[in-house]
């Protein structure tokens, strides 16, 4: 059963426009969450993260929304750049238990941006 | 800084063969992490280590899988003998632990093709 999930496989934007990617999870002790990006044979590259207490972080052209009760998060990318195309994943973790600091993935959603 | 460095980037065997994997995390980080990646998916923990001891190695299965971390830095991962479900890409990533803030940092990976 997966903990993290990200529903949509692929989204294509124009450039200029507003990139939203959703994230759900089902486990109630996530308390931090994160957003990667990954190129073709690359490593994935932290973009932005969120901790529980909050539920707005932004850096620049990247806003990150969480909403506890409803256990969604989205990453926000305004204004869409062709060099924002890549694939994005959200991961979460718990502060407490034998997996803390441990990230749960999602399946990642690529994103195509177009000129 | 410089980040994650594995070693090799890439790598084909016939099953049965053996094959290791190593990594060198960034300076001044104390906790190493090995995942795999499938095709389409996302990371997936393998273990996890603080310092030189191996704190969550739940998802490494170790009838074929090793790991070790000599002396806290350098890490390796083995696989004998491989086999064909093993062909993944092998990330390796590492994080200074900051009270609250789990940033990872990821190398680009090893891609593994088992034939």
């Known amino acids: 059963d997966q903990q993290v999930k990200q529903n949509s496989p692929s989204l294509s934007v124009q450039e200029g426009r507003i990139s939203i990617l959703n994230c759900d999870y089902t486990?109630?002790?996530?308390?931090?969450f994160l957003w990667y990006k990954k190129y073709p044979a690359e490593g994935p590259t932290f973009l932005i993260s969120i901790s529980s207490i909050k539920d707005k972080n932004e850096d620049g052209r990247f806003t990150v929304f969480l909403n506890k009760s409803a256990k969604h998060l989205s990453l926000h990318i305004v204004p869409s750049q062709p060099g924002d195309s890549a694939v994005y994943f959200c991961?979460?973790?718990?502060?407490?238990?034998?997996?803390?600091?441990?990230?749960?993935f999602g399946k990642g959603t690529k994103l195509s941006v177009k000129p | 800084e410089a980040g994650v460095v594995q070693s090799p980037r890439y790598k084909i065997i016939e099953k049965k063969q053996p094959v290791a994997f190593w990594c060198n995390p960034i300076?001044?980080?104390?906790?190493l992490y090995w995942y795999l990646q499938n095709l389409g998916q996302g990371p997936e923990l393998l273990i996890r280590y603080e310092n030189e001891e191996a704190v969550d190695d739940s998802q490494l299965p170790k009838d074929r899988f090793s790991a070790e971390r000599l002396k806290g830095v350098d890490s390796t991962l083995k696989i004998q003998p491989a086999e064909l479900g093993d062909s993944a890409v092998y990330l390796c990533?590492?994080?200074?632990?900051?009270?609250?803030?789990?940033?990872?940092?990821f190398g680009p990976g090893t891609r593994l093709t088992v034939t």
């Open positions: 990533a590492s994080s200074l632990y900051s009270g609250g803030s789990y940033e990872q940092y």
């Open positions: 486990n109630s002790m996530f308390d931090y």
């Open positions: 300076s001044g980080h104390n906790t």
């Open positions: 991961a979460a973790s718990a502060k407490y238990g034998g997996s803390q600091g441990n990230l749960i």
